[in-house]
């Protein structure tokens, strides 16, 4: 398992700032948010409009010995067909960024709105076809209260695209709202877990969503089920975005979790 950490838990800082602050902590891949409207660093279709743009990104990656593991345009959702055709639009321009930037794969999801199910298997099969067409996947993250939001419905999706690109962001805060462990999960979407969120889910704690080290949370479990399913892929840190909290340190709280739960493996 690989660590990496989405710039979204560093949006207060240029993305110069937040690759060097990742690798001095020992990341080693960074998940690009691009997630129009929510503290993204750059929107996603200026982005792919602007080839110097992206050279820089992809010159400061290389300046801090990093890769990008995926870029995050979350998601597919319109309430008119106007509104949803530029959101498949932006998505479609973030596979263009990632193509750019090397990453293999693309993040999103499928929020309420009021968009039919058959739109979003259209969507989501287009997508899988461009991303196929630049060496790339699309990983559908299920959230809690979305249309894909459970496990039976990330299966129906599945089904319905049909299309061997498609694949999932495994985010287990999502999972846990539902009650649901995240081994059991793990082993019954096997292989098509292709990219995770390292992501807490302790509402009664400060920074709820911060990955601090417990075993037993629900991403301390997360990580111990990815480790016995021998998960080769990225676990990417993330946290809801907290506009008052301190970038660097919740990114050295997060490393000090993750280097704890692996001492605890490696003893």
């Not at 838990?9 to 937040?18: F, G, K, V």
């Not at 929510?38 to 992809?58: G, S």
């Not at 959702?77 to 959101?87: I, L, S, V």
């Not at 969507?123 to 939001?149: F, H, I, K, S």
């Amino acid at each position: 398992m690989k660590w990496g950490l989405t710039t979204l838990i560093a949006h207060r800082y240029s993305l110069d700032r937040c690759f060097r602050e990742a690798a001095e902590l020992g990341f080693s891949f960074v998940e690009l948010n691009l997630v129009r409207g929510y503290y993204a660093h750059a929107n996603a279709m200026q982005l792919a409009d602007d080839p110097a743009w992206m050279e820089h990104i992809a010159g400061l990656l290389q300046k801090y010995g990093l890769r990008c593991s995926s870029v995050d345009c979350h998601g597919l959702f319109g309430n008119t067909p106007e509104e949803f055709q530029y959101n498949l639009d932006y998505i479609r321009a973030g596979i263009r960024v990632g193509h750019a930037l090397a990453a293999p794969i693309l993040i999103t999801s499928c929020p309420k709105s009021a968009a039919t199910w058959a739109q979003l298997v259209s969507a989501t099969r287009l997508l899988c076809n461009e991303a196929a067409e630049c060496g790339m996947r699309v990983a559908v993250e299920a959230e809690y209260g979305y249309p894909v939001g459970t496990p039976e419905e990330v299966e129906r999706l599945f089904d319905d695209v049909a299309h061997p690109a498609l694949g999932i962001n495994f985010d287990p805060s999502h999972y846990s709202r539902l009650g649901l462990k995240p081994l059991d999960l793990l082993r019954r979407f096997g292989d098509r877990v292709i990219h995770v969120h390292a992501k807490e889910y302790l509402p009664e704690n400060p920074f709820p969503t911060r990955y601090l080290g417990d075993e037993t949370s629900p991403c301390g479990e997360m990580l111990s089920a990815l480790d016995v399913l021998n998960y080769q892929g990225v676990a990417s840190a993330e946290t809801l975005a907290d506009p008052e909290a301190d970038p660097s340190e919740a990114m050295r709280q997060i490393m000090q979790g993750l280097k704890l739960w692996e001492s605890r493996k490696k003893g």
